[in-house]
């Protein structure tokens, strides 16, 4: 089937769930049949020293920078300091996920962040992230492409996260795809894209426009059969809970996380140490064994 804007529109107006589902779960198994899931069970961090001693306790290389608490607010200068110092201390560690747009001015200055990626780059930044928000605005499409494109000048891979349930239209969250993969098309650095959903935390909020578990499912398929030219289709399991992450991975999400890798097939539960991460994947791995 040739999936267009109309097409798409269609299939999450659709009330055949499970057709829908087995559809995106057989692109999904075409483009990934290795029993093999990321996820990713890690708190937030204080501080990026913080995270970066939790990154060498866990696999020694990587810090995802979205989790380290008030990253965003340092001016870019800063943030390179920051992690050239860390670069010193330990010369193996990277840093994933640089959340651009949330950066400190990132949405006025667009150009300045598009500047300073290869200096980033330079000091072990590895990956950076863009929310998109259907509801809300946050760079032009020229800007983003340029964005995107320098950040695949650098060798920088991107992840994509893309939030529903902030009472959008079905109109607008077609929109929102059609623009990443026309930017997938253009500057080829996507790698990965996770579908979110909003949660409101203000009392004044409306729960009904909320997505719901159903509207979820059928986004996640429609997102894998439309985004033919992005490779990831990642799960977020942190708000609907376990059960529906084992739904997510039929209906075309192949990813839940990227901390740790599980080949299903020598997954062992009684090796996992004791705390609060051997409950996670404890109530996680049963989910993605099911899948396989």
């Not at 994933?96 to 598009?114: C, D, F, R, Y």
């Not at 060798?155 to 079905?170: Q, Y």
């Not at 033919?228 to 799960?235: A, G, K, R, Y």
Request: charged share 20%; aromatic share 4%.
């Amino acid at each position: 089937m040739d999936w267009n804007n109309s097409t798409a529109l269609n299939a999450l107006r659709s009330g055949d769930l499970l057709n829908l589902g087995m559809s995106a779960n057989q692109i999904r198994h075409n483009l990934h049949p290795e029993p093999v899931v990321t996820y990713e069970l890690c708190g937030r961090a204080a501080s990026l020293e913080e995270a970066t001693r939790e990154a060498m306790l866990h696999d020694g290389k990587s810090v995802n920078l979205a989790q380290v608490r008030d990253i965003e607010h340092n001016s870019l200068d800063a943030l390179k300091t920051l992690l050239v110092v860390q670069r010193e201390r330990l010369s193996e560690v990277t840093f994933q996920h640089l959340p651009v747009s949330m950066m400190k001015n990132a949405g006025k200055n667009a150009l300045a962040m598009t500047e300073a990626l290869p200096g980033l780059q330079a000091a072990g930044l590895r990956s950076i992230s863009v929310d998109f928000d259907p509801a809300v605005s946050f760079l032009p499409h020229g800007e983003l492409t340029r964005l995107l494109c320098a950040a695949a000048s650098c060798g920088l891979l991107v992840s994509v996260s893309i939030a529903i349930g902030n009472a959008e239209s079905l109109e607008q969250r077609i929109g929102i795809l059609q623009m990443v993969r026309d930017l997938q098309q253009i500057s080829h650095s996507i790698q990965v894209v996770r579908i979110r959903i909003h949660h409101a935390v203000s009392p004044e909020a409306r729960r009904e426009e909320e997505a719901t578990a159903v509207d979820y499912l059928k986004t996640l398929a429609v997102t894998r059969m439309f985004l033919d030219n992005v490779e990831h289709l990642q799960t977020d399991w942190s708000v609907m809970g376990p059960k529906v992450l084992e739904l997510a991975l039929r209906f075309g999400a192949d990813d839940a996380g990227a901390r740790k890798k599980m080949r299903v097939k020598v997954i062992d539960l009684q090796q996992c140490p004791l705390g609060t991460q051997a409950v996670g994947t404890q109530a996680v791995t049963p989910c993605i064994l099911s899948c396989y």
